[in-house]
């Protein structure tokens, strides 16, 4: 039987909004956006941060870091001894996840910067452990290989990628269909849609070391880490 984590992006339904508009959306979205997604995103994205396990002293980057949630744990995770990195297109969510790590006291071992993570400006073989939660589903779907290449780059090899992302392979297939019907029809609100993940991310050159699914507003959430080899 064919694996449909295997199967070609042809099925994933297109993203037609222009960096420029993500931008200026996210950042309008900055001051609540957390307030919204992270009682109900929490318990996933904290999962996929344990799975990915960072360490005292890591290098770590995280994409599309938002509010900044989750880079308060790597921020933890890694200890005084280590450093984070984040880009995120949005200017808003820099400035609200920069005053978040700083009301803990982490900003010192942060590095946030503003950027489209198509291109990271980052050196090659720069971090032990990558984090991306609730973004690669973003991307249109000739850029997600474009986007797992960049993170591969990046990565020292053994170094590992966590990837917590709406999920095109399991579950009722009314509720991704649903999904995919608001996302068409209002896609700017509805901005991210299911993907491949774990197929994706094998195809980008990683070894899938652990795979778990989970559900989010009854959505298909799939978190994979994999090892950059
Ligand atoms: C759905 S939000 C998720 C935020 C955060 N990961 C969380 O789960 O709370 C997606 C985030 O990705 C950012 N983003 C969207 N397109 C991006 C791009 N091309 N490069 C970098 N960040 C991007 C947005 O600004 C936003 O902060």
């Given at each position: 039987?064919?694996?449909?984590?295997?199967?070609?992006?042809?099925?994933?339904?297109?993203?037609?909004?222009?960096?420029?508009?993500?931008?200026?959306?996210?950042?309008?979205?900055?001051?609540?956006?957390?307030?919204?997604?992270?009682?109900?995103?929490?318990?996933?994205?904290?999962?996929?941060?344990r799975?990915?396990?960072?360490?005292?002293?890591?290098?770590?980057?995280?994409?599309?870091?938002?509010?900044?949630?989750?880079?308060?744990?790597?921020?933890?995770s890694?200890?005084?001894?280590?450093?984070?990195?984040?880009?995120?297109?949005?200017?808003?969510?820099?400035?609200?996840?920069?005053?978040r790590?700083?009301?803990?006291?982490?900003?010192?071992?942060?590095?946030?910067i503003?950027?489209?993570?198509?291109?990271l400006?980052?050196?090659?073989?720069?971090?032990?452990?990558?984090?991306?939660?609730?973004?690669?589903?973003?991307?249109?779907?000739?850029?997600i290989?474009?986007?797992?290449?960049?993170?591969?780059?990046?990565?020292?090899?053994?170094?590992?990628?966590?990837?917590?992302?709406?999920?095109?392979?399991?579950?009722?297939?009314?509720?991704?269909?649903?999904?995919?019907w608001?996302?068409?029809?209002?896609?700017?609100?509805?901005?991210?849609?299911?993907?491949?993940?774990?197929?994706?991310i094998e195809?980008?050159?990683?070894?899938?070391?652990?795979?778990?699914?989970?559900?989010?507003f009854?959505?298909?959430?799939?978190?994979?880490?994999?090892?950059?080899?």
């Amino acid at each position: 039987m064919k694996d449909p984590s295997l199967s070609a992006l042809s099925d994933i339904t297109p993203v037609k909004r222009t960096k420029p508009e993500a931008a200026r959306f996210y950042s309008g979205l900055s001051d609540f956006y957390g307030i919204l997604a992270w009682p109900f995103e929490r318990s996933v994205q904290l999962a996929g941060l344990r799975l990915l396990a960072p360490s005292n002293g890591d290098d770590a980057l995280e994409i599309g870091f938002g509010p900044g949630h989750m880079i308060v744990q790597i921020a933890r995770s890694i200890g005084p001894d280590g450093t984070v990195c984040g880009i995120d297109i949005s200017r808003g969510m820099c400035q609200t996840a920069r005053n978040r790590l700083a009301r803990k006291g982490l900003l010192p071992r942060a590095n946030l910067i503003s950027g489209d993570a198509m291109r990271l400006p980052y050196a090659a073989n720069s971090f032990d452990k990558v984090y991306i939660g609730f973004t690669l589903e973003l991307f249109d779907t000739p850029e997600i290989p474009q986007v797992l290449a960049e993170l591969r780059r990046v990565l020292r090899p053994g170094g590992n990628l966590a990837v917590v992302s709406l999920s095109r392979n399991q579950g009722p297939a009314w509720v991704v269909r649903l999904y995919e019907w608001l996302h068409l029809r209002l896609p700017r609100l509805i901005d991210c849609r299911p993907i491949h993940v774990r197929g994706s991310i094998e195809k980008a050159g990683f070894s899938t070391l652990s795979t778990e699914m989970k559900r989010v507003f009854g959505l298909p959430t799939e978190l994979v880490v994999a090892t950059r080899y």
